[in-house]
């Protein structure tokens, strides 16, 4: 009897070309439709698990957090790293409660320290009051992280100031053993991340001058990255820095995305290292030929490392909120840095504020009001079930509505039944086959009217809409206005 009622619906809706069934997917001849093409580049799958975590934590720890640096000079004694109370469980727990997936440790910071006890250097927590010289903060975070269920990520600097070789081949050599050391040891890593921010003046073993190395040939990162691979091949380590090659620096760190923001971009541009250049990672490209989505990274402090006297400047929940927006709800993922204290623990403020982040989040975001709301599209691929406007509100991320191939433009009429206060807009691509929307609008019925809510340009992963006033409505129009091939939106939900 349903098949029966849902097949009269569709073709109805075929003899209309035009309205979508909502209901019952059984009935199909998709068959003969042909799935879209993927728009390339594409994201490997690494790449969307990534994307899925949405937010991740750094963590910023060294001799910075006693001396009250941000960048330490490499002359510091690990007499200095002293942290009593320290909790690498109170991270977790704590991160995880504010609902990251993973977690990113500076093993390593420009000053050259070492949170591990390395066999290449002295300059460790070895020759540290931690635990008498037997702690090992790299192997206490990632078994916290295990235990847990939050991915561990490594961020190892490559500049290092404490080294007298810094600028040599050997340094490189050096480099390279500790990254094995480390993959060996704590892996497996979800991402690594190399730093920027290259050569100046430093310690340097005692030299105490200034070193400058030549950024596009002395890492030698291929070789490099191959040899990470090969310590940790699967699952595969995403590698970040300015230019990916699996994921990119967002070119700011206060917590924005580009209000355009394509995770392609050519990395030719980028190795270029133009002037210029922030402002092209924070939007990509839309004919980038590389899929290197941004990364948003921005601490929850002023600084990188916790200062005492910034106690009374952590970000509030609503800044939180407010970089959420700007950085998940344009696309990118956001890595917060939440940086531990003298203690070893995440402090008070810190933890009061992630809380209250977390608890607006919940808020904004309890109730879909589209979840398996009525759809109706301007067209869909084929008139099949497979391809129509429902696809958007079941709540399943691999089903998807598409139009012909050749038609870029296309609305969605959202029915939440009755008229109820609507704040977010929250949309998705199905990016799977690639980036396609350049443009889209969304409206609001009212009366026989429709107010315009919104005018803007990529979705990709995930574009969330925030009206500055909730409006009252009963049904949302997507109009999607230019894309670089048919589009293909997997959700569209509504709060
Ligand atoms: C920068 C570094 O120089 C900062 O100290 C910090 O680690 C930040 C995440 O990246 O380039």
Redesign the pocket.
Known sequence: MMKKHCLLLIVVAFAASHFSCSGDKRISSSAAVSAPAPVLPVPTAAQLAWHEMETNA?I?FTTNTFTNK??GYGDESPAVFNPTQLNAEQWVTTLKDAGFKGLIL?CK??DGFCLWPSKYTAHTIANSPYKNGKGDIVKEVSEACKLHGLKFGV?LSPWDRNRADYGTPAYIAYYRNQLKEIFSTYGPAFEMWF???NGGDGYYGGAKESRKIDGSSYYDWPTTLKLVNQFQPQPQVLFFSDAGPDIRWVGN?KGLAGSINWSTINNDTLYAGKAGIEQLLSTGSADGDKWIPAEV?VSIRPG?FYHPQEDSLVKTPEQLFQIYLTSVGRGSTLLL?VPPDRRGLIHEKDVAALKGWRQLLDEAFKTNLAAHAKVSASTYRGHVKTYAGANVTDDDKETYWATDDGVTTGSLVIDMGKNQPVKYIALQEYIKLGQRVKSFTVEARQGNNWKPLAQESTIGYKRIIKLDQPVATDQIRINITASKACPLISSVAVY
């Open positions: 750094f910023h941000e960048w500076t910071h420009h961020y730093d920027g921010a760190e990274d990188w840095n």
